[in-house]
């Protein structure tokens, strides 16, 4: 065999060991980067969405955040997060929720999917919030009672807890009402966030409408345990049992 | 009947059978909009049928009718629901594992349990259709002296363990005496459901270590337009890796739910009069 050739098989080799070494270390390098590429590109469209005014001059007060507990017995653990909240009680619940949004530091203790933003946020003068968040909060929210119930008492007790002025919560869905949050959570009317405060005048009520007169259809065993209220709020309250 | 129909944006029938009597008050349950009901509740002749009428009128009928024969006074029937179904498979798991299909296995042994506890049992579905919200409760709402049941798996949870949920308090209709609401169906109930729910409850977390020993309270989507003591069951969960976990819940979850359906029995008490309440 020529000296050359040998040369040649022998560079060979070595580029075939090399390759063998460092492909996996290519391998893992390009799944760091593919991964990162994914969290800038999610903090960016969290960054264009959810531009909230902050005014550094606001004095940083201790906001109280509901994320799960971890026992996975879908019980909420409030947290305490220093931040400079607004006085206004539409820029103040902007930034509870997209801190809320944003997640914990352990990521297994989120309530909300992670791709999930709030698009818009409202406040009537009844107290009534409405919070429009985008899609994946419906797409991306495990599909069940108790991971539902989680997701939306994290909303309401944080709204709770930050926002005195909040008394009730309507969510959309990229701008819609929506019938349930992931197949089970009832989305159609609004939960109770602060119970103590004045109640505004109802306004989903939609009485089934009768004559005077009318009898009352013999509905069996129309009981209940406790006495209705004299004026019922137009809310279904968001778990009371929840934490 | 008359009926002046303008600006009603959706309704809802459904026929009302009466404690036995074959006397059906058919009234109208208006979901929303602002209609205007002229007449109401003419009653049935003793020899009409009750079933044919309790179908709602939509044309996606629930796919199963309880029969009209031997109506008695009380808790003679359990509504059954697998949750989810068709193109909507609920809560999946990663091996695999979907709700819809574990709830019709689970709906498989609970109705037996039930059956042998004297009750009549009706499913909103028997293989893998999804009927709508309203369908199911109108299968509900449709029979005398029932009661509903739900089967959900969740996504998350305790393995192992399995919930019972009531529905949240809904507000009281304005128009307290008169019909009710479809949107607000289960408010009359939530007494007699809370009561059911507990007795279930308590019965799971004897069986299941790790479950709550009460009922809980959440804003069930399918319970609210239900007219009859209603409660939900969830299973946790999907994300088990072997199926056979879930499985082997099945025999207690029917165990449960039967023995507390037939502990419920006599707190369930019908009106005696027309428009009574207990």
Redesign the interface.
Known sequence: MARWIRWVVGILCVLVIVGAIYFPILRRRLRAAAKLQQQTAEQARRELTQAVPVNPGEPRVKAKLFWASGN???TLMDSTVELPLSSDPVLRSKQVLNTLLAGPVDADLRTLPPDAVLLAFYLLPNGTAIADFSEPLATAT??????E??A?DSIARTLEANVPKVQRLKILIHGQEV??LA????L??T?LVNAEGPLPA?VA???????PG?????????????P??AA??????????GV | MLLDVESIARMKQCAWVRNGSRIGALFLLFVSGAGVLSFSSPATSETAPAAPQAQPATPESPPQTISPAVPRAGLNVVVLDPAHGGTDPGARGTGGIRESEIVLDFAAQVRRALESQGFQVVQTRQGNEDPSFDDRSALANAQSGAVFLTLHIASTGLPGTARVYVNSDLPVSGDVAGLISWDRAQTPFQGLSRKLGDLVQGLLAQRFKGSPSTAQTAAVRQLRTTAAPAIAVEISSVVVENRADLDRMAPGVADAIATGVAAFRPSYVVPTTRGGTP
Do not use: N, W, Y
């Open positions: 996975g017995d879908g495990p599909s069940g009672i108790q991971s119930q989680m939306v019938e349930t197949g089970h959570l009832d159609t009317g939960f109802p009520a939609t009485p089934a409408a009768t004559p009318a009898e009352k259809p013999s509905a069996p065993a129309p009981a209940t345990d406790k209705a209220p019922a709020p137009a809310t279904r309250p968001a778990s009371p049992d």
